[in-house]
């Protein structure tokens, strides 16, 4: 019960940080001691990778309500017939995080073949490497995934949510 709870938790501040990226974000804000952790090439543009870091899977915090509602609200206000959220079971979360080396799971806005938003998500080792199958098929030997197949809101939209 205390894992079902920990992982609903998980699942909701996941959503409402993919909910609270703006389409035109270029760059994530690491936390100021997250910084202090990191270089970036100075001869770079804004769409340069982040070098000289690892994860410990302690990563990510959580965020008042009035932050989230905040967040949620600007996103619909800019999107209004945009997906809102996506729904991922627990099982394909454990699934995923049980893989090894993984420390966390990095989400992937996407388009899929109707031109509809999406989710993908993969596990993601200390050294911020995607675990990827070996092979392009769905049951790889490795035991890595590659997942969506979430439920989107709408159509799967909690009645009266606040975010």
């Not at 982040?50 to 905040?70: C, H, K, M, V, W």
């Not at 990095?106 to 050294?127: C, T, W």
């Not at 392009?136 to 009266?160: H, K, R, Y």
Request: aromatic share 6%; hydrophobic share 35%.
């Amino acid at each position: 019960m205390k894992n079902s709870k920990h992982l609903s938790a998980v699942i909701l501040c996941s959503v409402a940080i993919l909910l609270s990226c703006e389409e035109g974000m270029n760059l994530e804000s690491p936390t100021s001691s997250e910084l202090n952790a990191i270089s970036v090439d100075e001869n770079a543009d804004a769409q340069s990778l982040i070098t000289n870091y690892s994860f410990s899977g302690q990563e990510g915090d959580a965020i008042p309500l009035e932050t989230a509602q905040r967040w949620t609200s600007k996103y619909r206000e800019i999107n209004p017939s945009a997906t809102k959220a996506h729904f991922f079971g627990h099982e394909i979360l454990k699934q995923i995080l049980a893989e090894k080396e993984c420390v966390g799971i990095r989400m992937y806005y996407a388009l899929d073949d109707d031109g509809k938003r999406q989710i993908v998500l993969v596990g993601v080792n200390s050294a911020g490497e995607n675990l990827l199958p070996q092979s392009l098929t769905l049951d790889g030997e490795d035991g890595n995934i590659v997942a969506d197949a979430s439920f989107p809101c709408p159509s799967f939209c909690p009645p009266g949510s606040e975010l």
